[in-house]
């Protein structure tokens, strides 16, 4: 079965390059789809160079955010498997392997990467575990079903389900949403860890108060939806 990696890039060009070396150097069947979101600082340039033949990149004329970017990369995927892949490095994308195993063994139809390992915990700030941990419980008890890492970016997903999801919400809100349509869809989710490497708030692009905000009125909102 062949893989779909999704990239949304928006500024990232200190990892870029060395993250597409990383994804390339798993060895498995893949397509690698890059969206760049209308980059400001150099990346879209670095994209504009590259040169793979299992690489494809797409570039917004308008900035659209990480959803719009996902819409776009799941327009053009033509694997069995979806897996988004932030532009950084904060994951290891020789996970692979065991995100798709269950799927591959039809043991499920929706694998998410859990950061919340008893090594990986130690890496996060108080208010990075504890945001996540909040916006985890609430989607579990709007969908009924025990989630411990709904805000993971490893959401591994059979292809025909992910390019039914039709992604609206914006920023953070996005991971209930994709979480809460496909438990709808009575897509069979596990769980299984992963390594996590986090960049600390100078470096990354983490949640912050108003953004919990958000991600809480989409976790209502979705629920309420039938």
Do not use: W
Request: charged share 30%.
């Amino acid at each position: 079965m062949k893989l779909s990696v999704i990239i949304p890039a928006y500024n990232e060009k200190e990892y870029i390059l060395q993250l597409i070396e990383k994804v390339l150097a798993v060895k498995i069947d893949k397509e690698v789809i890059i969206v760049d979101d209308m980059s400001k600082d150099g990346t879209r340039e670095i994209l504009q160079k590259i040169k793979y033949d299992n690489v494809r990149v797409f570039f917004h004329t308008e900035n659209k955010g990480k959803a719009g970017a996902i819409r776009t990369g799941a327009e053009h995927a033509t694997g069995d498997i979806v897996i988004i892949q932030d532009a950084d490095l904060e994951y290891d994308p020789e996970d692979y392997p065991i995100l798709i195993k269950p799927i591959i063994e039809e043991k499920c139809d929706v694998v998410y990467g859990n950061r919340f390992s008893k090594e990986n915990v130690g890496k996060l700030t108080l208010i990075q575990f504890l945001g996540n941990m909040v916006m985890t419980l609430s989607t579990s008890l709007i969908i009924g079903k025990r989630i411990n890492d709904m805000e993971t970016c490893y959401k591994t997903v059979r292809a025909d389900y992910f390019k039914r999801i039709n992604i609206t919400s914006k920023g953070f809100g996005i991971d209930p949403e994709i979480t809460i349509k496909l438990l709808k869809m009575k897509a069979r989710l596990m769980e299984v860890p992963i390594r996590y490497y986090p960049r600390d708030y100078n470096h990354g692009k983490k949640i912050k108060p108003k953004d919990a905000i958000r991600t809480f009125y989409t976790i209502i909102k979705m629920g309420m939806i039938d």
